[in-house]
């Protein structure tokens, strides 16, 4: 697995947090993309999320994570859509070809990495998902997996 270090330019995006099991959470980007769609406003990037607790340590229905899309324009929060500004971070990342529920060993290898490069974590790790599973069987999912990271 290959593991790189680059610098994310800062963006703003559409959120809604979600508590409950991960696998809940995908419902809420059609709501998210309805939002910014009537808003008229400019999607700039694929999906994401940020995945808070570990699911083999915290109860499913306690799982706490961000879903949401990068955009532009002005826009204010409305109903259960956030705006959240990411500030320029510099990101260990890799890239993850199957299903999303096996994502677990690509974490292990970005962390194991970063321990053992120096690196401090700076923040929650993002899954970005590079192609849509309506479109693509789900073992050629491609998932981006990052961690803010600084140097020790």
Request: net charge positive; proline share 9%; hydrophobic share 35%.
């Given at each position: 697995?290959?593991?790189?270090?680059?610098?994310?330019?800062?963006?703003?995006?559409?959120?809604?947090?979600?508590v409950?099991?991960?696998?809940?959470?995908?419902?809420?980007?059609?709501?998210?993309?309805?939002?910014?769609?009537?808003?008229?406003?400019?999607?700039?990037?694929?999906?994401?999320?940020?995945?808070?607790?570990?699911?083999?340590?915290?109860?499913?229905?306690?799982?706490?994570?961000?879903?949401g899309?990068?955009?532009?324009?002005?826009?204010?929060?409305?109903?259960?859509?956030?705006?959240?500004?990411?500030?320029v971070?510099?990101v260990?990342?890799?890239?993850?070809?199957?299903?999303?529920?096996?994502?677990?060993?690509?974490?292990?290898?970005?962390?194991?990495?970063?321990?053992?490069?120096?690196?401090?974590?700076?923040?929650?790790?993002?899954?970005?998902?590079?192609?849509?599973?309506?479109?693509?069987?789900?073992?050629?999912?491609?998932?981006?997996?990052?961690?803010?990271?600084?140097?020790?």
């Amino acid at each position: 697995m290959e593991i790189k270090l680059k610098k994310n330019e800062s963006f703003q995006a559409a959120i809604i947090k979600h508590v409950g099991p991960y696998s809940d959470a995908g419902r809420l980007y059609n709501e998210i993309a309805k939002w910014i769609t009537q808003k008229q406003l400019c999607i700039t990037g694929p999906p994401f999320g940020w995945f808070y607790d570990n699911p083999e340590e915290v109860p499913a229905q306690k799982l706490r994570s961000e879903v949401g899309f990068p955009f532009e324009a002005e826009a204010k929060p409305e109903g259960r859509i956030e705006i959240k500004k990411i500030p320029v971070q510099e990101v260990l990342y890799t890239t993850h070809r199957g299903p999303y529920r096996e994502v677990g060993p690509a974490y292990s290898a970005l962390f194991q990495y970063a321990r053992k490069h120096g690196y401090v974590l700076k923040g929650c790790p993002i899954e970005i998902y590079l192609n849509d599973p309506a479109t693509v069987p789900e073992n050629e999912l491609l998932t981006e997996i990052q961690l803010p990271v600084k140097k020790k």
